[in-house]
């Protein structure tokens, strides 16, 4: 007992001062795009053909951050002319429009409805459904309930019972068979409740896009509140969502 009073003494607090302070994350992190549309069209193009993804729109000059799965190509291949990935984290949107950028996104907490902050602010509790996803997404969301990331002291926790939930966090491209277990769910949850979709497979399909086995994008089901994109999603994407939505 005293030496496990000992280790905890020396170990001294793991949880992050997020987000009374700012969190570094490493270089290789792929956060928010930034993109130069003085880029001749050429090379706009080559990046456009290359991504596997089809989220690059050469015209516009945009990357739908909906079906990008952060892989780096554009970037590599333009070596940083026409994209490159920033630290930034803060890449969550409530619009589904706002997914597709040029650069800038939409300040989250600004976007974010009212009334949910003020049912949810103080205690949101949601119920996780992994329909078909890879389990990167699920993991970096079981990430948040350890002592780094702390949910639990904002208010938030994931919950074993829809009946128990304010809400639903879907991650996965929604496969056939778990479609109905999906709307089931939601059905259990009582009003009001919000929806949030999680990761590039429950955005848009993700690298399963335009199969007959799965939906296209949550949004085609149910009503969807906030869009956190990613492949997986980092968890600090997913806890600045949280916070900013409805903190
Ligand atoms: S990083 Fe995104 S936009 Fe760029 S090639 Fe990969 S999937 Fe396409
Ligand atoms: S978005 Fe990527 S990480 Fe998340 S479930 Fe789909 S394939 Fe896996």
Redesign the pocket.
């Known amino acids: 007992m005293l030496n496990v009073l000992k280790n905890r003494f020396e170990q001294g607090c793991k949880t992050s001062r997020y987000p009374k302070e700012d969190i570094q994350l490493l270089p290789r992190y792929r956060g928010r795009p930034e993109i130069n549309i003085d880029t001749p069209m050429d090379m706009v193009s080559t990046c456009a053909d290359a991504c596997p993804q089809e989220a690059i729109d050469p015209e516009a000059k945009t990357i739908d951050m909906g079906r990008c799965?952060f892989c780096g190509t554009c970037e590599r291949i333009s070596k940083g002319q026409f994209v490159t990935f920033t630290q930034d984290f803060a890449t969550a949107v409530a619009e589904k429009d706002h997914l597709i950028t040029n650069g800038e996104i939409p300040d989250l907490a600004e976007n974010s409805r009212r009334h949910f902050k003020k049912l949810f602010g103080r205690s949101l509790q949601l119920r996780q459904v992994s329909a078909a996803?890879?389990?990167?997404?699920?993991a970096d969301l079981n990430v948040l309930a350890t002592p780094f990331f702390d949910l639990a002291r904002f208010g938030i926790n994931f919950v074993a019972s829809p009946r128990h939930a304010d809400g639903i966090v879907v991650?996965?491209?929604i496969s056939r068979n778990m479609k109905t277990a999906l709307l089931k769910t939601y059905e259990a949850t009582p009003e009001p409740k919000v929806v949030i979709a999680v990761?590039?497979?429950?955005l848009s399909g993700?690298?399963f896009r335009d199969s007959p086995e799965i939906a296209q994008g949550l949004d085609t089901l149910l009503p969807v509140d906030l869009f956190i994109p990613?492949?997986?999603s980092h968890p600090m994407t997913n806890l600045h969502a949280l916070l900013s939505f409805f903190k």
């Open positions: 799965v996803g890879c389990n990167a997404c699920e991650t996965g491209p990761g590039s497979c429950s993700g690298p990613g492949c997986p």
